[in-house]
């Protein structure tokens, strides 16, 4: 546990929020839609205007795929191992644990570009199957 000597720094955590989301090529909507925010609120965060509970900053970080100690302290920064890339297959609906493991393995392999890419199309597939926009 830190001490009172070393205070948390806002401005500091959210630059490390805008570095990892810039270096997986995701917009701050972007990274609003897939953490549940406003684009509004990841700007403050961003520029260290809010304070976020505990809640945001690991679901930032779970998103952004960046431990904890990374965001808070500037720690190095290891990925999450691929076991955390679905941290609950149940949450996503019925499939085996094993078709999730094969997708996680599969997009453990990719460089940040191409799972952008990947999340794109996915996005373009999903609306083509619901029928939506």
Partial sequence: MKGNSEKIDRRAIGQRIRRERERLGLSREELAE???FSGYYIG???RGERQMSLYALTEIAS?????LDYLVWGADKPLFSPSYVFENPNS??????TEWEEINSILTKCTAEELVL?????KV???HFKGTN
């Fill in 118 to 122: 990947f999340k794109k199309i996915l």
């Fill in 92 to 97: 996503y609906g019925k499939k085996s644990l």
């Fill in 34 to 36: 897939i953490t549940g």
């Fill in 125 to 127: 597939i999903i609306r």
């Fill in 44 to 46: 403050q965060l961003e």
């Fill in 63 to 67: 998103k952004l795929r960046v431990s």
